[in-house]
């Protein structure tokens, strides 16, 4: 779900040496939140259905790929639409060949290189990632407590998703939601089926939340927002938190509780461990091996870790998750911040 986004080099706190501080008491009561239909923010609610694209048949970059005839067919058996409204919106679609490189990488040559862990984690624990989390759950203190007592999911594991999946909203993506969909359904291969899903959750977003099909950007496999959410990922799990009327994944506070709403469905415990040194233990189960530098790196690991695969399925993204969120709560635990903000209110 996630890109690897590289912030600055520094020296920073080596997040798993030291976990030794206090854990909040787990809420009393977790109140269900349902995700109620909400608008795109850029939405419109007296646009015109159509918003311009109508056309009588397909043009453009898709012309003649009888796949997206299919598809726009399918779109108006299964859910209704109409079938010029699409015919316009995909006669503007733009195939993008940054996207079909992405997808579709050269394979890599000869054996692969040791450290693999270390330097992915190099991309994440860094004094600059850790300091901007501290910030970020400082700025949005309320809203991580509110969000952990309606969920049960601990802050600073929401904290640590958005830093790894946007470096805390600093990287939400610049591509083109729809082109890049169009572009994985029928210019690629080898997850075509998938993208062709997202793809049609994408256009019932669109019609359910009032905004254009154009207007969306992110990554360039089509994930928005601070969580950097799939259109299925949108439809099922974003919660409008702020109670604006809207489910803005571009909002901190809507990403922080549908982030936590995203942990709690997938079966969070909360004040649960996530992952330990493994003692020795190499081959057991529940062990997992990262290749290090300086020999590889054996960890045992429990159902939370699990939990954070849900979001991206790689022992190296759950393991940065992991250790960036100990390493800003360690760094928010030390300054005394959060303690000096709740006395002053």
């Known amino acids: 779900m996630s890109a690897l986004l590289a912030s600055c080099a520094g020296e920073g706190p080596r997040p798993y040496e030291q976990y030794g501080y206090q854990r909040p008491q787990a809420p009393a009561s977790r109140p269900v939140m349902q995700p109620p239909v909400a608008q795109y923010p850029g939405g419109h609610s007296q646009a015109s259905p159509s ?120 990287n939400f993506g610049k591509t083109n939601i729809f082109d890049s969909l169009t572009t994985l359904s029928f210019d690629t291969h080898r997850r075509s089926q998938f993208f062709m899903s997202e793809l049609e959750s994408f256009l019932l977003m669109a019609r359910e939340e009032d905004f254009d099909p154009r207007e969306p950007e992110g990554s360039w496999a089509g994930a928005m927002g601070y969580g950097q959410f799939m259109p299925s990922s ?74 954070i695969k849900r979001y991206n399925n790689s022992n190296k993204y759950a393991m940065a998750v992991h250790q960036l969120a100990q390493a800003i709560k360690q760094r928010v635990a030390s300054s005394g911040a959060l303690m000096r903000a709740s006395s002053a209110r």
């Open 234 to 307: 949108f439809r099922r799990l974003a919660i409008d938190f702020n109670h604006d009327g809207k489910r803005n994944l571009w909002h901190p506070h809507d990403a922080i509780g549908s982030v936590a709403h995203y942990f709690s469905k997938s079966g969070w415990h909360y004040n649960g461990q996530v992952a330990r040194p493994s003692n020795g233990e190499r081959n057991a189960d529940g062990v997992i091996e990262l290749s290090a530098y300086e020999g590889n790196e054996y960890w045992r690991i429990f159902p939370n870790f699990k939990v």
């Open 51 to 170: 918003r311009g694209y109508s056309s009588g048949g397909l043009a453009g970059t898709y012309t003649n790929y009888p796949a997206v005839r299919g598809f726009i067919q399918d779109m108006v058996r299964k859910h209704g639409f109409s079938e010029s409204y699409l015919n316009g919106l995909f006669s503007r679609a733009n195939r993008l060949d940054s996207v079909i490189r992405l997808e579709s990488p050269e394979p890599s040559q000869g054996p692969s290189k040791p450290g693999s862990w270390t330097r992915y984690r190099n991309k994440f624990l860094t004094a600059q990632h850790i300091e901007n989390g501290a910030n970020f759950w400082l700025e949005n203190a309320d809203v991580l407590r509110k969000a952990s007592a309606s969920y049960g999911v601990d802050q600073e594991y929401i904290v640590a998703i958005i830093g790894v999946e946007t470096y805390f909203g600093r």
